[in-house]
């Protein structure tokens, strides 16, 4: 089991910047993949970006050049740097963890944190 807490939502003006972090416990986080998925009401949970155990990235098409994710595996955290914030960056914002082994999937999510962007 893994347990993840997002924390470092809030209020933000356009071009503004925010950090959301995940705390994560209850196993080994190193070998986990990490993501960042946000929803917005009304719309599907999307990914925003992931990071592997082995520290490789991705990132959807508006996150790119302006988001930023990293982990800390001494921590036990995975960040999202976010800047130049749009108003169409609001949402929900969800930590996850996945993993598979030959024997099955196992995927975390934590209750997320709100991030919006108004002017």
């Known amino acids: 089991q893994v347990q993840l807490v997002e924390s470092g939502g809030g209020s933000v003006q356009p071009g503004g910047s925010l950090r959301l972090s995940c705390a994560a416990s209850?196993?080994?986080?190193?070998?986990?993949?990490m993501g960042w998925y946000r929803q917005a009401p009304g719309k599907q949970r999307e990914l925003v970006a992931g990071i592997t155990s082995g520290g490789s990235t991705n990132y959807r098409d508006s996150a790119k050049g302006r988001f930023t994710i990293s982990r800390d595996n001494a921590k036990n955290t995975v960040y999202l740097q976010m800047n130049s914030l749009k108003p169409e960056d609001t949402a929900v914002y969800y930590c996850n963890a996945n993993r598979v082994n030959i024997y099955r999937g196992y995927d975390y999510w934590g209750r997320g944190t709100q991030v919006t962007v108004s002017s």
């Open positions: 209850g196993s080994i986080f190193s070998i986990y993949d």
